[in-house]
């Protein structure tokens, strides 16, 4: 096939390509949009496919359009993602061992899931061991169906799913070819976040914040300003044509778009306001890869998605992120050949390049015919021709015939009862996963939730310094030195401490020396000086610096102690991906 039609289903808009399949630079024939039917869609999953199907059929009918081959881009917490290392094989069984090893990767039931896998790369030992670094997905097949459902009511057949945050790695992977880049594209109601170096992908993540939150604000904004409520599809033609976005949150920050008008100016700070959770996260995620990647930092930022046409969202990430921040659709990439606006149908055009094996076996027609091959095998039928002397077979026939008939009602009599017990017994497993299927999506919902705590935890402990045990070592200093022991002065930074004491002896001074050598809290302590005087009553006076380090963060500390309980699933946490479904990723798919 030379065309298909690539879709990618928002909870607020559907995007449709039709597209050339399977080349590396696709070329987009015809493009359009519109509204998703409210409730339609829910994490990925199609609740309503009749509503949406008769959607999709009209806006297909009214364009003209022939071509009933589709690819989706399928975006969901619930596609789950891992990293994990697999003996290296013929890429032809690697379909087999894949599948054979999921069930030790993915801490849910299998079998109930379309399982695939991306090849990242091929790793060797250097004695000629080689194995393959593979990111492994894994998708309900429930979810999966309901495409299924929705495009018979559509009238058009499904010949790839994909992965959205594979859809979007094909799209851009040719665009930055070095240096350290990161893409955003920016979705509804969450953003995928994208860093390649030198060509390869490094890193992606998923946060849970979209545009849709500056179209709420402007439709209230604009409700307050008229009293009447204006629809998605106007407060998105405002933000795509008028400077509605302040470069700057600080209302004491310049920002010529603001005229005199002081309305104006709140407006334009409500819509710029709305983006602070989404660049509080993409800011995050920046810190976490530079303090990883100190020598190759992220150079740019470069956005993508629906939002990336809304005029001032550059300028006010740029100044959110301290970082360059542009279009994607201005650094001349040939993926958005002959489109006005490309940046809403990134992942459309990637999803046709080189799309995932997300087809369920039962309708794929590769797999039935190879299952269909094996039940064949090795049955022959042979004609016999028949003898110069004819026989008459008829009696005996039907003697056997007969005996072959109270034969299969003894059989039938026997197998009765077994048969309806195990239909009982099927009735009642079939009963109580109903049962249990609740309990399956909360345990999708924690291995989600548990990843992006994990992956917040982390961000915490790099913020953190051997400075937070001052308290710590001050309690030491008030439960250890004596009365006589006067500190004249005392300074800290990050990593050590400054004494300047005084004592009325030497001994005293080398008394309190080793006690402070002996805190918890201290990892060496050096001695600046020791100068002895007399005073005018004919003591001594004893002054002496200390030099202290601290000691290392305990590896008691509580975020330490959760990272160690999760060390068991170190192929969950490695999931920082498919976030990628993610995902969610989350983890991560860490890849």
Known sequence: MSKVLSIELGYSLVRVCEVDYKVKKPKVYINFEFRTPVGSIEDGFIRKPEELGNALKSALDARGLKTKQVVYSISSAKIASRDTNIPF????????????????????????????????????????????????????????????????????????????????????????VTGTQMAVKIDDRSSLVTVLHD????????????????????????????GERVTYEKALGLLQMRSCIRASVDPSVFDDEDGSDERIKQFRMNVAESFTMFNSSISRVIDYYNSRNSDNPIEGVFITGYAESFLGLTKLMSNE?????????????????????????????????????????????????????????????????????????????????????????????????????????????????????????????????????????????????????????????????????????????????????????????????????????????????????????????????????????SVDDPITDINASSSGNANDQNAESNETGNTDGAEEVEQ
């Open 199 to 226: 060509g390869a992908q490094v890193l992606q993540r998923t946060v849970p914040y979209g545009g849709d939150s500056a179209i709420d604000a402007v439709i209230d904004m604009e409700e307050k300003e008229s």
């Open 321 to 553: 992120l301290d970082l360059p921040v542009e279009r994607l659709s201005n650094v001349g990439s040939d993926i958005f050949s002959g489109l006005k606006e490309g940046g809403p149908y990134v992942n459309c055009i990637g999803a046709a390049i080189e799309p995932m094996d997300f087809i369920p076996d039962i309708h794929s027609d590769k797999r039935k015919g190879k299952a269909r091959k094996a039940g064949q095998k090795g049955s022959t039928g042979k004609v016999i021709q028949g003898t110069a002397k004819e026989t008459n077979y008829v009696v005996p026939s039907i003697i056997f015939t007969f005996l072959c008939v109270l034969a299969a009602a003894g059989i039938t009599a026997v197998t009765m009862i077994p048969y309806r017990s195990e239909v009982s017994k099927n009735k009642q497993l079939v009963q109580r996963d109903a049962e249990l299927a609740p309990v399956q999506e909360i345990y999708r919902n924690k291995i989600f939730s548990d990843k992006y705590l994990e992956q917040t935890k982390m961000l915490y402990f790099q913020t953190r310094n051997p400075n937070e045990g001052l308290l710590n070592f001050i309690s030491e200093l008030e439960n250890t030195l004596p009365r006589t022991v006067n500190v004249s002065s005392f300074s800290a930074n990050d990593t050590t401490v400054v004494l300047n004491l005084q004592v009325d002896s030497k001994d005293a001074a080398a008394k309190t020396i080793q006690d402070v050598r002996k805190f918890d809290s201290v990892l060496g302590v050096t001695v600046g000086g020791i100068n002895e005087e007399v005073n005018e009553f004919g003591g001594s006076i004893v002054t002496f610096t200390l030099n202290i380090t601290y000691a290392p963060l």
């Open 89 to 176: 094989v013929k890429e032809n069984k690697l379909a087999d061992l894949v599948n054979a090893s999921a069930t030790d990767v993915f801490p849910v039931d299998v079998s109930n899931c379309k399982i695939t896998h991306q090849i990242l790369e091929t790793l060797d030992d250097g004695n000629g061991n080689k194995k393959y670094h593979v990111a492994l997905y894994a998708a309900p097949n429930d979810l999966l169906e309901s495409y299924y459902t929705m495009s018979a009511i559509a009238g058009v057949q499904i010949v790839a799913l994909d992965y959205s945050a594979n859809s979007f790695a094909n799209a851009i992977k040719s665009t930055f």
